[in-house]
T-cell receptor
Framework: EAQVTQNPRYLITVTGKKLTVTCSQN?????MSWYRQDPGLGLRQIYY???????DKGDVPEGYKVSRKEKRNFPLILESPSPNQTSLYFC?????????????FGQGTRLTVV | GEDVEQSLFLSVREGDSSVINCTYT??????LYWYKQEPGAGLQLLTY?????DMKQDQRLTVLLNKKDKHLSLRIADTQTGDSAIYFC????????????FGTGTKLQVIP
C-alpha cells in the first residue's frame, strides 16, 4: 500500500530537549516536504527536499533541521524545541515534476512543547 | 511568495450545495489543487484543475477558475454529512510543484 508514515503520532516534550520526527515513504518519490498546521494559519512549509542530499528552506524553517540521506526517509529535527513549536506536523511526498501528481500526506504528528 | 486566502468556516444543510472560495496572488501556477482533511487525518487530494481550464466537473464536485480575478472555487453538490472536513486550496509557486502554498483551510460543517 502506498503510504507516508510518520512517527510518533503524538509527542509531549520539554523545552530544549532535542527530538526527531521520522517520515518514510514507499513510493520512490523524489520530493518530500514538512509542513506545520496551526489554527487560522493553514499549512506552512518548513523544509522540502527534491532528492537525496538536496534540501531547501520553506516559509518557516527557523528552529528546524532536516536531512535526506536516503530517498525514502526525511526526518524533521528540532535541536532545541520551544513552546512556539507546539503544532501539528505533516510530512508529504510526491513525484517531482510539475504534472498533476498527487501529494501524499502522512497522518500527522501532534507535538506539544512545555 | 504566494498568498492564498480562504474563509475559515462554512456551514450548510445536508442536501444543499456548498461553495468554498479561494483567492491567490501568483498567476503563474500550472495546476491548482483542492485537498480534503478529515478529522484526525492527513490531507488527501480531492481534485485539481489545470490553469488553462475555466471549469472542471467530477461527479458532485465542480471546480471553477477565474484567472483574471485569481479566484478558485470548489462547489460540492448535494452536500452530505460525510463531506464535513477542512478543505484546503493549494497553489504551486511559479509553475513548479516544489513550493506549494496552502490556503488557511475552510472548515465545512454539514447540518443534518
Amino acid at each position: 500500500e502506498a503510504q507516508v508514515t510518520q512517527n510518533p503520532r503524538y509527542l509531549i516534550t520539554v523545552t530544549g530537549k532535542k527530538l526527531t520526527v521520522t517520515c518514510s515513504q514507499n513510493m520512490n518519490h523524489e520530493y518530500m516536504s514538512w509542513y506545520r498546521q496551526d489554527p487560522g494559519l493553514g499549512l506552512r512549509q518548513i523544509y522540502y527536499s527534491m532528492n537525496v542530499e538536496v534540501t531547501d528552506k520553506g516559509d518557516v524553517p527557523e528552529g528546524y533541521k532536516v536531512s535526506r540521506k536516503e530517498k525514502r526517509n526525511f526526518p524533521l529535527i528540532l535541536e532545541s524545541p520551544s513552546p512556539n513549536q507546539t503544532s501539528l506536523y505533516f510530512c508529504a511526498s510526491s513525484l517531482l515534476r510539475g504534472s498533476s501528481t498527487e501529494a501524499f500526506f502522512g497522518q500527522g504528528t501532534r507535538l506539544t512543547v512545555v | 511568495g504566494e498568498d492564498v486566502e480562504q474563509s475559515l468556516f462554512l456551514s450548510v444543510r445536508e442536501g444543499d450545495s456548498s461553495v468554498i472560495n479561494c483567492t491567490y496572488t501568483d498567476s503563474s501556477s500550472t495546476y491548482l489543487y483542492w485537498y480534503k482533511q478529515e478529522p484526525g487525518a492527513g490531507l488527501q487530494l480531492l481534485t485539481y484543475i489545470f490553469s488553462n481550464m475555466d471549469m472542471k466537473q467530477d461527479q458532485r464536485l465542480t471546480v471553477l477558475l477565474n484567472k483574471k480575478d485569481k479566484h478558485l472555487s470548489l462547489r460540492i453538490a448535494d452536500t452530505q454529512t460525510g463531506d464535513s472536513a477542512i478543505y484546503f486550496c493549494a497553489v504551486p509557486f511559479s509553475g513548479g510543484y516544489q513550493k506549494v502554498t496552502f490556503g488557511t483551510g475552510t472548515k465545512l460543517q454539514v447540518i443534518p
